[in-house]
């Protein structure tokens, strides 16, 4: 019984992990990422707010 529940959990796991990594092959996830850089120094904006390098 305990078998039986490790591997529905691995499993689990598994289709987790192939929906994650499609969700990376979206075109539209791929676009919010690269808009979502600093076109100086390349650091990740979070929200609205501009750069803390002050330049974008």
């Known amino acids: 019984m305990l078998s039986k ?3 529905l959990f691995l499993v689990f796991i598994a289709v987790l992990g192939m929906f994650g990594k499609l969700s990376l092959l979206l075109p539209k996830s791929a676009r919010r990422l690269t808009t979502s850089r600093c076109k100086n120094c390349g650091r990740f904006r979070i929200g609205k707010d501009p750069c803390p ?3 974008a």
């Open 53 to 55: 390098c002050g330049k």
């Open 5 to 7: 529940i490790v591997i």
